[in-house]
């Protein structure tokens, strides 16, 4: 704060960046409250630089969140290591006007996160800088202390990665919430061929249960396992769950009440009009962020 009450310059620039900078740090870790800890630090470094000498803030600030993220995202790889059952990320409820930005709606959804855990640290921050966030390569090379022609090698390389795990379409919003509609209307009704008709023949289901909450420990491949996994399961449950549409990750989601309370968030990844996979966050300490809407952009503010 200055003197006369006003913020300060450093201030009000982290500020105007502050989601941008967030969503950065998310799609590089895939875990919010990591995130929210990478702009805690960028903060504290950011107040001590000499603005004057500062060419270009974004890019400068971009810059402090992208070394934070991948000193974190190193420590996360040790940490999933020891992580009990399948890992998926952290979802966060979004407003409906992401979904109109289609890139970013498809980076933040769970079936991308799960391709881009599968790149290096150094991978993943170049494609999501480069792919997610259109900067240049020199840019990138000031970020992850590589030269701009190693930065092209990387980024071709991911995308070659990326492009080979990717869904192969992006299914439209229509196409995700008829297919959870029909999730609900099995689950309710015990329909197990409603349920096999949306499901793709190699679809896999996968439980985060974080060793907390009670969940598959291992992915289930196949429709007819899948099908039977949801319709055994929470239609024993009967009128004690509910299920609410939000979008979560800039995508058509399902949260699920028991007794009134969440219980869980159900995705979708959906190709050719089919089911391929569905992932379920039961972990309580990953679900702190679909109480209220998590602002995410690719620009300022």
């Given at each position: 704060?200055?003197?006369?009450?006003?913020?300060?310059?450093?201030?009000?620039?982290?500020?105007?960046?502050?989601?941008?900078?967030?969503?950065?740090?998310?799609?590089?870790?895939?875990?919010?409250?990591?995130?929210?800890?990478?702009?805690?630090?960028?903060?504290?470094?950011?107040?001590?630089?000499?603005?004057?000498?500062?060419?270009?803030?974004?890019?400068?600030?971009?810059?402090?969140?992208?070394?934070?993220?991948?000193?974190?995202?190193?420590?996360?790889?040790?940490?999933?290591?020891?992580?009990?059952?399948?890992?998926?990320?952290?979802?966060?409820?979004?407003?409906?006007?992401?979904?109109?930005?289609?890139?970013?709606?498809?980076?933040?959804?769970?079936?991308?996160?799960?391709?881009?855990?599968?790149?290096?640290?150094?991978?993943?921050?170049?494609?999501?800088?480069?792919?997610?966030?259109?900067?240049?390569?020199?840019?990138?090379?000031?970020?992850?202390?590589?030269?701009?022609?190693?930065?092209?090698?990387?980024?071709?390389?991911?995308?070659?990665?990326?492009?080979?795990?990717?869904?192969?379409?992006?299914?439209?919003?229509?196409?995700?919430?008829?297919?959870?509609?029909?999730?609900?209307?099995?689950?309710?009704?015990?329909?197990?061929?409603?349920?096999?008709?949306?499901?793709?023949?190699?679809?896999?289901?996968?439980?985060?249960?974080?060793?907390?909450?009670?969940?598959?420990?291992?992915?289930?491949?196949?429709?007819?396992?899948?099908?039977?996994?949801?319709?055994?399961?929470w239609h024993r449950?009967?009128?004690?769950?509910?299920?609410?549409?939000v979008e979560v990750?800039?995508?058509?989601?399902?949260?699920?009440?028991?007794?009134?309370?969440?219980?869980?968030?159900?995705?979708?990844?959906?190709?050719?009009?089919?089911?391929?996979?569905?992932?379920?966050?039961?972990?309580?300490?990953?679900?702190?962020?679909?109480?209220?809407?998590?602002?995410?952009?690719?620009?300022?503010?």
């Open positions: 704060m200055s003197e006369d009450g006003r913020p300060g310059r450093a201030t009000e620039a982290f500020v105007a960046h502050r989601n941008l900078l967030f969503t950065v740090a998310y799609e590089m870790l895939g875990s919010a409250a990591d995130a929210e800890d990478v702009l805690q630090e960028t903060w504290l470094r950011w107040t001590g630089v000499d603005l004057d000498a500062v060419r270009d803030q974004r890019a400068y600030l971009v810059r402090i969140t992208t070394r934070q993220a991948l000193d974190r995202l190193r420590t996360l790889s040790r940490r999933k290591e020891s992580y009990v059952g399948p890992w998926l990320p952290e979802p966060l409820l979004t407003s409906p006007d992401v979904a109109e930005d289609v890139e970013l709606a498809d980076s933040l959804s769970t079936a991308m996160l799960l391709v881009l855990e599968t790149l290096a640290p150094t991978e993943r921050a170049v494609f999501v800088l480069r792919e997610v966030f259109a900067l240049d390569y020199d840019e990138i090379a000031d970020a992850v202390d590589k030269s701009p022609a190693a930065v092209r090698q990387i980024a071709h390389r991911a995308r070659a990665h990326v492009a080979a795990r990717r869904p192969r379409d992006v299914a439209s919003p229509a196409d995700t919430r008829a297919a959870l509609d029909a999730f609900q209307r099995a689950i309710r009704t015990g329909d197990l061929q409603g349920l096999l008709d949306v499901l793709a023949p190699d679809v896999v289901a996968l439980s985060d249960g974080g060793g907390v909450k009670k969940a598959v420990p291992r992915p289930v491949a196949g429709a007819d396992k899948v099908a039977r996994l949801l319709t055994g399961g449950v009967g009128p004690r769950m509910s299920f609410e549409p990750n800039g995508r058509p989601a399902l949260v699920m009440r028991l007794d009134g309370e969440v219980d869980g968030i159900m995705t979708v990844r959906v190709d050719g009009g089919l089911v391929t996979g569905l992932y379920f966050m039961r972990n309580p300490e990953k679900l702190s962020h679909v109480a209220r809407e998590t602002a995410v952009t690719r620009g300022a503010g």
